[in-house]
């Protein structure tokens, strides 16, 4: 499946899920533009989630030292930016934490 796919795909499951569609006109443009950008989020830590289970998370240099992978680094990053902005989608559409399911706990699970 094309990486557009895939995004249009989680942005489709994110726009059912954050209910965009009975927003009120003012909080719909916004939260829309973000979970756009969450959709592809989305699909940026699976793909580097591939990499590192395939590579691994960590590298070893010529000198037998070891660091961090620049998936598992960017992962890592991408992580944190998913998450601030799923935090930033509700606090704007105004979910608290007992309003149902959260998508970044689901997004979670599925790692």
């Given at each position: 499946?094309?990486?557009?796919?895939?995004?249009?795909?989680?942005?489709?499951?994110?726009?059912?899920?954050?209910?965009?569609?009975?927003?009120?006109?003012?909080?719909?443009?916004?939260?829309?533009?973000?979970?756009?950008?969450?959709?592809f989020l989305i699909v940026e830590l699976e793909l580097l989630k591939e990499?590192?289970?395939?590579?691994?998370?960590?590298?070893?240099?010529?000198?037998?030292?070891q660091k961090q992978s620049e998936a598992s680094k960017y992962y890592n990053?991408?992580?944190?930016?998913?998450?601030?902005?799923?935090?930033?989608?509700?606090?704007?559409?105004?979910?608290?934490?007992?309003?149902?399911?959260?998508?970044?706990?689901?997004?979670?699970?599925?790692?």
């Amino acid at each position: 499946m094309s990486k557009i796919k895939c995004v249009n795909d989680a942005y489709a499951k994110l726009h059912t899920s954050l209910g965009i569609e009975k927003l009120e006109p003012s909080k719909q443009c916004l939260v829309d533009e973000l979970a756009k950008q969450a959709a592809f989020l989305i699909v940026e830590l699976e793909l580097l989630k591939e990499q590192i289970e395939s590579y691994g998370a960590i590298q070893i240099n010529k000198n037998g030292r070891q660091k961090q992978s620049e998936a598992s680094k960017y992962y890592n990053r991408t992580v944190l930016t998913f998450a601030s902005l799923m935090k930033n989608i509700h606090s704007i559409i105004g979910k608290r934490d007992d309003d149902g399911v959260d998508e970044l706990e689901e997004f979670l699970k599925g790692l």
